[in-house]
């Protein structure tokens, strides 16, 4: 795997967008796009730069495989493989979304009534 595709997918993990990591490295969001496009040859010093963005060693970086990453985390003693287990009855569920509903009911009404009074002024 191309470390240019090791990068954007420790970025899009740290939910980093590509305009930030641009900012954050003093180039262009169309500089930054061809890092991780490989377009781009990239210095050590710049990977240096990008691990340290990100949070991680340039060898975690050179090195980054995502199913390791998934593994270790999901295999985490007692995770229950990175689910959650929620036990609720059915008439739980049912009150959170009728109360889910007349949430949105309120806001609707609401935003309908902020519509009227703007289309009075007009």
Same mark, same amino acid.
């Given at each position: 795997?191309?470390? *240019? @595709?090791?990068?954007?997918?420790?970025?899009?993990?740290?939910?980093?967008?590509?305009?930030?990591?641009?900012?954050?490295?003093?180039?262009?969001?169309?500089?930054?796009?061809?890092?991780?496009?490989?377009?781009? @040859?990239?210095?050590?010093?710049?990977?240096?730069?990008?691990?340290?963005?990100?949070?991680?060693?340039?060898? @975690?970086?050179?090195?980054?495989? *995502?199913?390791?990453?998934?593994?270790?985390?999901?295999?985490?003693?007692?995770?229950?493989?990175?689910?959650?287990?929620?036990?609720?009855?059915?008439?739980?569920?049912?009150?959170?979304?009728?109360?889910?509903?007349?949430?949105?009911?309120?806001?609707? *009404?609401?935003?309908?009534?902020?519509?009227?009074?703007?289309?009075?002024?007009?």
């Amino acid at each position: 795997m191309a470390i *240019s @595709d090791n990068i954007r997918k420790m970025r899009e993990l740290r939910n980093f967008t590509q305009e930030y990591m641009a900012n954050q490295l003093g180039i262009t969001q169309a500089g930054y796009s061809k890092i991780e496009s490989g377009t781009t @040859d990239i210095t050590f010093s710049k990977i240096e730069e990008i691990a340290g963005i990100l949070s991680v060693t340039p060898a @975690d970086l050179v090195a980054f495989d *995502s199913q390791k990453y998934f593994n270790s985390f999901n295999n985490v003693e007692g995770s229950n493989n990175g689910s959650v287990i929620i036990d609720m009855k059915t008439d739980d569920i049912k009150k959170l979304y009728e109360d889910k509903i007349s949430l949105l009911e309120k806001l609707l *009404s609401k935003a309908e009534a902020e519509l009227k009074k703007y289309g009075d002024k007009n």
